[in-house]
């Protein structure tokens, strides 16, 4: 055996061990990925199910307008508030929350299918 092939024989042999060893570390990293990822995702969409409006605020503001509808059919003139939409701020609220989630679970969906390579 020459010297050149001596040194590709203790080249692959080192490189093999060092590849194994950076592929372990890789895969040790994207499963902690993942589980950041889904943790942050779960506390994430359970601020988004609390940001949402109650359901019964949305059926008085729809009786409220039923009222107004009335009164203005009988000629009544009863005051009663109109219903308030929402606030700049909690639409941008909702959207980066909504835009985080997203982002979150693009990756988890990237580091499973790292993962898988």
Request: net charge negative; aromatic share 12%.
């Amino acid at each position: 055996m020459d010297v050149a092939s001596k040194f590709w024989i203790a080249f692959e042999k080192m490189s093999g061990k060092q590849d194994i060893d950076m592929i372990e570390r890789q895969s040790r990293n994207i499963e902690i990925l993942i589980l950041f990822a889904s943790l942050f995702s779960i506390i994430n969409a359970t601020f988004i199910i609390a940001m949402q409006p109650d359901p019964a605020d949305t059926t008085n503001d729809l009786l409220v307008q039923l009222i107004m509808m009335q009164n203005t059919w009988n000629g009544s003139l009863v005051a009663v508030s109109a219903p308030v939409g929402y606030s700049s701020s909690k639409i941008w609220m909702q959207a980066l929350a909504y835009m985080s989630l997203i982002f979150s679970l693009l990756a988890a969906f990237g580091a499973v299918v790292g993962k898988q390579f």
